[in-house]
């Protein structure tokens, strides 16, 4: 039974950059990575912006054979994890790729595909739709190539769980690990989904931000002024490790995976209940699996998506966990310079959680300007801090009610 979990690598495609580092720099630097959309027209829908990856070129990145092959959620994944691989050292092999194992989820899968079929499928009839149509749009894609690549035999799962996705899948790899059924796991979440029938159902929602005039202050966690999230896409994969095997090859550590924690609101389809309990239990039972206190929590990369119910339902929730201590621990939303990655998003903000072990500094929360009294806590507004980190929280909270929270901390933690 292998009992400790430590990362050794990581890899990341977002709105800022097509990289892990480049990305860090620019949320560092508080750098807006949402624009007006240019995948398509977006003129007649309410609201008109994303965090798009630009410029990316599959054909560049994976070669002519996949871009022609994959959708753009799977072309995510593989570039991360190609990255991730890369930054831990770790090589599959014939002697270990049955030890090695994927969890890679999406929380939407091949939207821009299936819309690019259903279009030909409307003007030029059935016959003419693409026999690649099901395997590209499918959720468990992403895993599926990934472990086809590099010929990785071990588990292999694709999590769905809308915005908890990337956090539930890195937990869930580490239980694969702490179980003794694989030495290392690429774990993350990837999400492609900017297109027309997909803002087109978040704009019916009411879901988005319709700051179009201003893309880059339209993301603004827990402002008074927020007025929905902003979507977007990319990838960001962990390698997951035994702390013994890890140990054993002379890997470089990243940090640990502490602590893991999952709940339901088991209230709303896509509304959490005002006082935040779901998110409250999801970050309980992290702080219990860690075997920690909320006061060894030094900082808390907030699921923060800039809705207004969201955003004050995590206030209440965080000040039930911190209790007397809530005013006092930095808490900061990367999602104001990155928009809503949805099945990403909590994989990429526990690589940036790392980045912020590594370097000392908590991210900002850009776009902070106008205090709101239900969401009263620091927010880390608008300027990187410098300050002392050991043990850090990540929060991710999805449509349907799941809630998903890990903490990792320094290899000395």
Not at 214 to 239: K, L, N, T
Not at 252 to 274: K, N
Not at 289 to 303: G, Q
Not at 337 to 363: F, T
């Amino acid at each position: 039974m292998h009992d400790r979990v430590v990362i050794t690598g990581y890899g990341a495609v977002t709105p800022l950059a097509d990289n892990a580092d480049d990305t860090w720099r620019a949320v560092l630097s508080g750098e807006s990575g949402i624009g007006r959309i240019t995948a398509f027209d977006p003129a007649a829908f309410t609201s008109q912006i994303a965090g798009e990856v630009t410029p990316w070129d599959p054909k560049a990145k994976l070669g002519s054979k996949h871009a022609r092959r994959t959708d753009r959620f799977t072309q995510f994944a593989l570039e991360a994890s190609r990255a991730a691989l890369e930054h831990s050292g770790l090589e599959i092999t014939d002697a270990n790729r049955h030890r090695v194992g994927v969890y890679i989820g999406t929380g939407i899968g091949g939207l821009v595909f299936l819309q690019n079929q259903t279009d030909v499928l409307r003007e030029r009839g059935p016959s003419r739709i693409s026999p690649f149509l099901i395997p590209l749009i499918i959720g468990n894609m992403a895993a599926g190539m990934v472990s086809m690549e590099y010929g990785i035999e071990g588990p292999n799962l694709a999590v769905v769980s809308a915005c908890a996705t990337g956090a539930h899948s890195i937990g869930e790899a580490a239980e694969v690990i702490r179980r003794g059924e694989a030495d290392a796991m690429l774990a993350g979440g990837t999400e492609g989904a900017i297109s027309p029938i997909g803002l087109a159902g978040f704009c019916a929602g009411r879901a988005l931000s319709t700051r179009n005039d201003e893309p880059e202050r339209a993301s603004r966690p827990f402002d008074r002024e927020r007025d929905g999230f902003v979507a977007a896409e990319g990838a960001g994969v962990v390698i997951l490790e035994s702390y013994a095997h890890a140990e054993a090859r002379g890997a470089e550590i990243c940090g640990e995976l502490l602590g893991y924690g999952a709940s339901a609101d088991a209230f709303h389809m896509t509304q959490p209940p005002a006082d935040g309990r779901g998110a409250r239990l999801a970050m309980e039972n992290a702080l219990r699996n860690a075997r920690l206190d909320s006061s060894d929590i030094d900082y808390v990369n907030a699921h923060g998506t800039a809705t207004e119910q969201g955003d004050s339902a995590e206030t209440q929730a965080l000040k039930g966990v911190f209790s007397n201590g809530a005013m006092d621990v930095p808490i900061s939303s990367t999602k104001s310079m990155m928009g809503h990655l949805i099945g990403a998003a909590g994989s990429v903000e526990l690589i940036l959680c790392l980045q912020a072990l590594r370097d000392n500094v908590a991210p900002p929360t850009i776009n902070y300007e106008i205090p709101d009294p239900d969401c009263d806590l620091d927010y880390v507004p608008n300027q990187a801090r410098e300050l002392p980190l050991r043990r850090v929280m990540s929060n991710s909270f999805g449509f349907g009610g799941q809630n998903a929270a890990l903490i990792v901390g320094s290899d000395d933690s």
